[in-house]
């Protein structure tokens, strides 16, 4: 096993550990009920991943999923869930991290000049320590939300970046995936802040269900791997078979279209519809980013359509012409390339046969 890959496979799942144990830790502290620390109990999943992804991958990912992203989810969306139902009324100001930073100098000036006296270093670490954490529980449960809500979307674009890929998936690939993972993101984040930041909305504990379960719906989609990588298919099996043929040569398109219509925009238009349009809520961002998924809906309805007469018209030509309609199935051609020095050389051997053989017919003449 490489070091960097072995590296980069148990650091990743580090960072996702902590981040999840920082979401339990917000959940116990707004609660104030030490029975939410069973919420960590999840990561033992991940560890177990992690486990068997070294032995039985060598560290490396998956074809088309990716274990560690949809167990980071399970581990922690639930602390989201409490955090977003809780939501305390404690009041922010307009700048508080300026006052709080003021607070949190003054507090580590004192820890200093009273660790100068000590007789060693141990128990001024421990008093900077106990006054960094006290300090962090000072800051209203508003802004630790938002900043879980942002790192956890930014930790899953980079976690997703730092995990080691398998032979499947190439890293120009990667790359696709990972802008895609950026721009969805920050759509996901926005439909989460913008709608349970209206006060009505937060009256009405159903509609903050019903909300929650749509952010969490839309977060599936970055476990799969499944919009940069065509789906393999054989040519002969699927040649009778239009919808086969179909899947086969716009699987990454395809997928790509049907997250964002059942996934992503589509949920979140129709949320946002029946907050205008059942509730009476109206806000400027609200029509602006209901009119977004409005169009890029309607968009992902015309590329289906596109793709849909593309595909009959390559079929009616090739039907047409007598020729046997096949896909260019893209995870094959990596290993057509890699077979294709095997093959030459089969054919030479072919056209060449052995010397004894070649002989053989001039004896008998």
């Given amino acids: 096993m490489e070091l960097m890959v072995l ?27 030490p029975k939410y620390w069973l919420l960590a109990l999840l990561n033992l999943l991940l560890c177990l991943e992690t486990g068997l992804t070294l032995k039985f991958k060598q560290g490396r990912g998956y074809k088309w999923f990716s274990p560690a992203i949809f167990l980071y ?34 507090d580590f000036n004192q820890s200093r000049e009273s660790s100068h006296g000590s007789e060693g270093t141990d128990h001024h670490i421990i008093q900077t320590a106990k006054v960094f954490v006290n300090q962090l529980s000072t800051i209203c449960e508003t802004v630790w939300t938002l900043a879980l809500h942002q790192t956890f979307l930014l930790l899953l674009v980079v976690g997703r970046w730092l995990l080691p890929i398998g032979v499947e998936i190439t890293r120009d690939q990667l790359s696709q995936l990972l802008l895609m993972f950026v721009g969805t993101a920050a759509d996901i984040l926005e439909f989460a802040s913008e709608t349970l930041d209206i006060e009505d909305v937060r009256k009405n504990y159903a509609l903050i269900n019903a ?12 476990p799969l791997d499944l919009a940069v990588q065509h789906i393999g298919c054989k040519p002969s099996a699927s040649a009778r078979r239009i919808p086969s043929l179909l899947l086969c040569r716009y699987s990454a398109e395809l997928w790509n279209i049907g997250v964002s219509l059942f996934i992503q925009d589509g949920p979140f238009f129709i949320v946002r519809s029946i907050l205008m349009g059942h509730f009476r809520i109206f806000n400027q961002m609200l029509v602006f980013f209901t009119a977004k998924n409005i169009l890029v809906v309607t968009l992902q309805l015309y590329r289906l359509a596109v793709i849909s007469l593309d595909f009959r018209t390559t079929v009616l030509q090739k039907s047409r012409k007598g020729e046997v309609c096949c896909c260019p199935c893209e995870p094959y051609e990596a290993h057509t390339q890699a077979t294709g020095h095997q093959e030459k050389e089969m054919k030479e051997f072919v056209a060449f046969p052995p010397k004894e053989e070649s002989q053989a017919p001039s004896e008998d003449h």
């Fill in 7 to 33: 590296l980069n496979a148990l650091v990743t799942r580090l960072l996702f550990v902590l981040h999840s144990l920082i979401g339990v830790w917000r959940v116990t502290a707004v609660k104030k009920e």
């Fill in 211 to 222: 909300i929650l379960a749509v952010w969490t719906w839309s977060m599936l989609q970055f």
């Fill in 73 to 106: 989810l399970i581990c922690i969306v639930p602390s989201l869930w409490l955090l977003e139902i809780h939501h305390g009324t404690q009041y922010c100001g307009n700048e508080p991290g300026a006052v709080q930073v003021n607070v949190s100098n003054q």
